[in-house]
């Protein structure tokens, strides 16, 4: 018997390790894409932020008119939201965590140009810095385009509860299953298809790196279940992309004059409700069951 406890353990053990490295790899792929890429200056992404605003600031406004709600941005990137969220909330307080050290630096330099003083970066995992965070310290806490890339995302959105106040609002923006979909079958990538068909996260195509995606539908529930209501589900650019994407070949928002920017800006907010499936992301407003 000892004997198969021991075998257990070593096996666990090595197992454990496996998912460390994992973890690591993991990590430092998504530190290396964003230390290279940066947000707030790159060719469309200031397109989709103004996009995302367009929804998050109109939330925000109705549940926080006295413009003092308490922020928290998980993976806040170069602080492409949290910035203009601090700019809003001027009786507020924003937060952005993010454990790209290049990301973070970005993000200080960013605020300071802007003179957004009521914004503060820390360079943490996610999953550490919400250890340490008390129960009921935030109004709102976001985390847009990250768990496509964070394994752990669920465990997150389950402990957010406890970091909410009471009615709090989640904001999320999760890989839509469809426009992965189009991006494997516009580079007839056959298999990664079938993969993104048939499950809802794991490695896709020849890149070492974990992805998760999903339907409308599955995030509704995984936020219902997670005990949110009020959900809000928006389609974030569903007739365009940024170099690369699927529906870049319709249009990338760069390559459009300003007029013609905002006439896209406008169709795509006027059917992001009625094609939600379709964006690049899935934006979700929630806000939490007391
Ligand atoms: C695609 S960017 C999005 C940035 C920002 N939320 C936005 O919408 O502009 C995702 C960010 O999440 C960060 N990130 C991913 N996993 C993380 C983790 N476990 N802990 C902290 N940051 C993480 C990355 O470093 C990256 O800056």
Redo the contacts with the bound molecule.
């Keep these: 018997m000892s004997f198969v406890l021991r075998q257990t353990a070593a096996v666990l053990r090595k197992g454990a390790r496996v998912l460390e490295k994992c973890a690591d790899l993991q990590k430092k792929i998504?530190?290396k894409v964003?230390t290279n890429y940066d947000?707030m200056t790159s060719l469309d992404e200031p397109y989709y932020a103004q996009q995302y605003l367009y929804w998050i600031l109109a939330a925000c406004k109705e549940k926080y008119p006295k413009e003092n709600p308490r922020v928290l941005?998980l993976?806040?990137?170069q602080g492409?939201?949290a910035i203009p969220l601090a700019q809003w909330a001027t009786q507020g307080q924003v937060i952005g965590?993010?454990?790209?050290p290049a990301?973070i630096t970005c993000a200080k330099q960013y605020a300071v140009q802007k003179k957004v003083e009521n914004i503060n970066f820390y360079q943490s995992?996610?999953?550490e810095y919400i250890k340490s965070i008390p129960e009921n310290a935030f109004d709102i806490v976001m985390m847009?385009?990250?768990t496509f890339?964070?394994p752990e995302y669920k465990t997150v959105i389950q402990q957010l509860h406890n970091i909410l106040k009471p009615d709090g609002m989640f904001i999320g923006a999760f890989w839509s299953q469809y426009y992965r979909l189009l991006q494997c079958i516009k580079n007839r990538c056959w298999d990664g298809a079938k993969t993104i068909m048939d499950r809802k996260e794991g490695y896709w195509g020849d890149n070492p790196a974990w992805f998760s995606w999903d339907t409308a539908q599955g995030v509704f529930d995984m936020l219902r279940d997670f005990d949110f209501s009020n959900i809000k589900l928006r389609g974030i650019g569903i007739a365009s992309g940024i170099e690369g994407d699927s529906l870049s070949s319709i249009v990338q928002p760069s390559h459009l004059m300003k007029e013609e920017q905002e006439k896209l800006m406008k169709i795509e907010i006027s059917l992001a409700e009625k094609y939600v499936d379709c964006g690049r992301y899935i934006l979700a407003i929630a806000e939490k069951n007391t």
């Design positions: 998504v530190q964003m947000m941005d993976g806040c990137g492409r939201l965590v993010d454990f790209t990301a995992d996610i999953l847009t385009e990250v890339f964070m």
